[in-house]
């Protein structure tokens, strides 16, 4: 079973489509490479290439295999309609919200998010932050280090943390984040760009083998792509490359965003004969 903890259905590089044809287009990609689940992340601003929560899950009804997790920001032009991002949550139509301090310059414990962790904690459901390097040369990279989630998972013991990306390139700080914090939790997601070189791919697979002995919990990883932005292909390809016990792979192919997100296995598990 595979569950990509970490996709996006908006318009990159100059891409002009629907919210409906990036659905369908993640829907071919889960064909192709038998995928069972995805995340759907939104972003942290909407416009005409960036869909809010409520445009994509207009569009995922009522295919149970891809599940939402709301963008959410503190110094947007419009005001975040916190009533809307509870009722989400309450019906269960949203699994969890993500921050993105770099690109929104502020830091995770910013009080302007707080209303995110108290709707977080009342609800059960975990924060994921973007942590590390940037797609966007404007974000500032001192906001999206992965150390600042350790205030908020100290002072929000009731929340999970997702650290994105592992924090890359400051793997070593997002393993002993995982070792101290038992609500800290890390994705693969966004290690590269489209795909990996095979340099690139030797020193990655390299970086990701250390922070799996140095955080010492296979529990507390996840499986992510990014995709868009990263092919799914050579991920799968990349995971398959590390040296893992069977147990603790399927922890980190499915398992481990099963439980954090409260996907149910056997749902899972039918919807994948689809």
């Known amino acids: 079973m595979i569950l990509d903890c970490h996709v996006h259905v908006n318009n990159y590089a100059g891409a002009k489509l629907s919210v409906a044809e990036n659905l369908q287009r993640l829907r071919d990609q889960m064909a192709k490479w038998s995928l069972d689940h995805c995340v759907v992340l939104t972003s942290y601003v909407a416009n005409e290439d960036r869909p809010n929560a409520e445009q994509v899950l207009e569009h995922v009804r009522p295919d149970d295999r891809i599940h939402v997790v709301e963008g959410v920001w ?34 995770p414990s910013d009080e302007r998010l707080r209303p995110a962790l108290e709707l977080a904690e009342k609800h059960r459901v975990p924060v994921m932050v973007h942590t590390g390097d940037t797609f966007h040369p404007r974000a500032k990279l001192k906001y999206a280090h992965p150390l600042h989630v350790d205030e908020v998972a100290v002072d ?36 590269v760009l489209e795909e990996f070189t095979a340099p690139l791919e030797k020193h990655m697979r390299v970086q990701v083998e250390e922070f799996l002995v140095y955080s010492g919990e296979p529990d507390k990883v996840l499986y992510g792509t990014d995709w868009p932005l990263v092919r799914m292909g050579p991920y799968l390809r990349f995971v398959e490359g590390l040296p893992m016990e069977p147990e603790a792979r399927e922890q980190l192919m499915w398992k481990n965003a099963a439980r954090l997100f409260r996907i149910d296995p056997a749902a899972a598990a039918g919807s994948s004969a689809r």
Do not use: M, Q
């Open 74 to 107: 503190a110094t947007g032009e419009t005001r975040v309609e916190w009533e809307g991002v509870a009722r989400r949550l309450a019906t269960g139509r949203t699994i969890g919200l993500k921050l993105y301090p770099g690109y929104d310059h502020v830091y």
């Open 156 to 191: 929000w013991p009731g929340v999970n943390f997702v650290i994105c990306h592992l924090g890359n390139p400051w793997l070593r700080d997002t393993a002993e984040l995982l070792y101290k914090n038992p609500n800290v939790y890390a994705d693969i997601s966004g290690l």
